[in-house]
């Protein structure tokens, strides 16, 4: 017989339950909406202390902004919603969540057991419809097995690769009496589990590769920023000890600072031409924490082709997914980074290592193109000097940055420096419209001493707008910055280059008066559509305390270049306009 | 084809029996079919029915196509499924068992009465059910001896068909008592 602590001898309502293992799981804020089914955990929650309860305005921000809470602070991100359209509205945001691998505890309501199936009013079911969409789901049907439940979602959400978990809860379990159980230390193995044992032979070899490398590169992402801190800290130390380029994906740019010298950019779609150029020619390539993505490859049968290739990455089927590799590692970063850099440092001593003068020789040529250069002429603001002159005001603040989806979300990767992991918040797998501003709330709840920006465009911006409401309630003083081109500004693009200039519905018309509508809200609205001013405006933005909308008038068909045209290998590169004599394959008209 | 993917040398799809153990609760078997589905892979055959009660366990047997890149991918994606516990390759392991059960009911008059229980015999199918117009089989063995079977059947009169799809186990003294411990 199971011998009990007295301390777990605690009884309780399930919502009381409930409440206190997120307390024992380390939880302090929870985004929610409240609703008929979870009515008796918002009672439960009025009672509590320990965990603030933020009210959001669509289940879907609930998502992002712990997301944002998730992503800038390295814990569990946790939300409450009620049961259907509670559940329904925050599958977006639990795909987002489990594209770009970020923590999520999510909880609903659900109808009471005995009407489960009935079609009772606000019934869906979310374990089927979330199950796709989610690390793991459960119903929990029995209240005995509440407690351990909520732990072990815990532990689901946070090991190996991060990802979201929901759990259902019918209204009757949680208005039942159960007994708390503590947490226990680990309830058993999850099958899911990277073995922590690091192969030596493995780590030799890749140690040796990259030291006889002549052109080696490394490329990070998301799963750096994952691991925490310190991979950030062992992966730059790698890049030096090397002395190799590096380039990081969207999910991974602040894990090298922006000003280290052998940072060569974002790479990818939109990233720079010496990230990219180099990756094509590179001989060895090490992938740490970073998943192939279409984004970052181009077309696949030119991907890097003289290359053997190394990845490292916590989840097994990430590697040889799309793009085979020599040597798979399988571990957290941090983890392997730090045996891989002893390793280097090791055989450092001991051998002479390649003279990779030549590699940088031509990287400089690369960089040279300058493919991130951009001409300000005229008054008329370009939204890649907004970035610049953004940057250049923030720099020195503890700045977090988040953005929606589209031309601003690229612009503010290429020209926005980030030095720091954890700093950076954007929806990259899924690209999620409507992402920063409700991930803002979270990022400013986690840092409410920090500046907080969510750089974003009007289209996107109005699709979450109504967490205005949440960003005044809480007097949170979020710097809105929309670079506003009255257009969809990607869909605008591609219809340009690849649709004939047919703009189909990429519009933004009858856009409000974003001053008067901070105005309507009791807090500042700025607008800006003259070069000269925009300094002064950004200045203005920053100093002032509160939550603020700064409406920023950009050239309308300015386009997001250097690009990789859909079905396009890195070495075919547009740089401009005027490059753009190359006609999309149909297979590349397919592609999104 | 997609310009997303490879063109190198096309690898053959070859079959692949896959044998899991996932925990008995619900969704589990809905997880491993949406996998299968919302990726676009393949499966031939699926069985499941609970192996333990105590640990409340249950074995999925299921044959799949593909690449060895796409069986090796179809692997680590089920093991990232948390109640999927045990995900073991029998083509690639080794010797095994490949065994079906199939019920075949065969409406049948006249001189082919007697055909039709000398086939049966010939294949040691057992007969459940006989009336004055039809008999039901039931044969067990690997999946071609049963299409054979049921090809024969079908030239002699009007059938009916129930399959369970294929259960596998390995052969040899190996058993996976060691790794149900862990879980």
Partial sequence: MRVLNKMTLNYMSGAEAVIKALVDNGVEVIFGYPGGAVLPLYDALFENKKIKHILVRHEQAAVHAAEGYARSTGKVGCVLVTSGPGATNAITGLTDALMDSIPIICLSGQVPTHLIGTDAFQEADTIGISRPCTKHNYLVKDADKLCEIIHKSFEIASSGRPGPVLVDLPKDIQLSNVKYVNKISKIKKLNNDYSSNIDENLINKVANLLLQAERPIIYGGGGIVNSGPNASKLLTELVNVLDCPVTLTLMGLGCVPNTNKNFLGMLGMHGTYEANLAMHNCDVMLNVGARFDDRVTGRLNAFAPNSKKVHIDVDKSSINKVVSVDYGIVGDCKEVLSALLQEVKKLHNQKTVKSKAKWWSQIKKWKDKDSLGFKQIGNNIKPQQAIKSLYEKTKNFDTYITTEVGQHQMWAAQYFGFSKPNHWMTSGGLGTMGYGLPSSVGVQIAHPKSLVIDISGEASFLMNMQELSTIVQYKLPIKIFILNNEWMGMVRQWQELNHGSRYSESYTASLPDFVKLAESFGINGLRVDNITNLEATIDEMINIKGPVIADIRVVKEENCFPMIPSGAAHNEMILNSDDNNHDTSNEGLALV | ?183
């Fill in chain 2, 1 to 183: 084809m997609s310009v997303y993917q490879k063109n190198e040398v096309k690898e053959v799809e070859t079959s692949r029996t896959l044998s899991l153990v996932v925990d008995n609760q619900p969704g589990t078997l809905a997880r491993v079919i949406g996998l299968f589905s919302g990726r676009g892979y393949n499966i031939e055959s699926l069985t499941v029915t609970e192996i333990e009660k105590i640990r409340n366990l249950s074995r999925i047997s299921l044959v799949t196509r593909g690449t060895s890149m796409t069986i090796e991918q179809i692997k680590s994606q089920l093991l990232r499924i948390v109640p999927v516990h045990i995900v073991r390759d029998l083509t690639l392991e080794g010797p095994f068992i490949k065994s079906e059960l199939a019920l075949v009911k065969l409406v049948v008059k006249g001189a082919n009465r007697v055909e039709a229980l000398r086939i049966a015999e010939t294949f040691r199918a057992r007969t459940l059910d006989v009336t004055l117009s039809s008999f039901v089989f039931e044969l067990t063995g690997k999946p071609s001896k049963l299409d054979a079977f049921i090809d024969l059947m079908r030239s002699l009169g009007d059938t009916e068909i129930s399959r369970t799809g294929v259960s596998a186990i390995s052969r040899g003294e190996k058993t996976e008592t060691k790794l149900l411990d862990q879980i």
